[in-house]
Nanobody
Framework: QVQVVEHGGGSVQAGGSLTLSCTAS????????MGWFRQAPGKDREGVSC????????VYADSLKGRFTISRDNRKKVLYLQMNNLKLEDAATYYC??????????????????WGQGTQVTVSS
């Protein structure tokens, strides 16, 4: 069946960089848009970014534009999130999501088909 797993979480100093990856199996990977969400303790889950099935038209939460970059490798069935200039407020559990459709309507506006288990990102000052 479908399996979605995130990798790359860890502890980073503010201003540093980290790259997350997400492997997805058990589905036709390029049939779906892919996205990233995050949730910090005591806060609601929020959409981070989404990318179309073919790796085009990435969309980001406004606060993350210019710092985060989403990409995908359809041959390897891997989704990436490059995070630069990390801030304290970026600390959260990051979740990979398979979107129900091929397209994104926003960083969190599309229905999610499958979720990963999450990977923890900690940012220190």
């Amino acid at each position: 069946q479908v399996q979605v797993v995130e990798h790359g979480g860890g502890s980073v100093q503010a201003g540093g960089s980290l790259t997350l990856s997400c492997t997805a199996s058990g589905l036709t990977f390029d049939n779906y848009a892919m996205g990233w969400f995050r949730q910090a303790p005591g806060k609601d889950r929020e959409g981070v970014s989404c990318i179309y099935w073919d790796g085009t038209r990435p969309v980001y939460a406004d606060s993350l534009k210019g710092r985060f970059t989403i990409s995908r490798d359809n041959r390897k069935k891997v989704l990436y999130l490059q995070m630069n200039n990390l801030k304290l407020e970026d600390a959260a559990t990051y979740y990979c999501a398979v979107v129900e459709y091929r397209y994104c309507s926003g960083p969190s506006a599309d229905p999610v088909r499958n979720w990963g288990q999450g990977t923890q990102v900690t940012v220190s000052s």
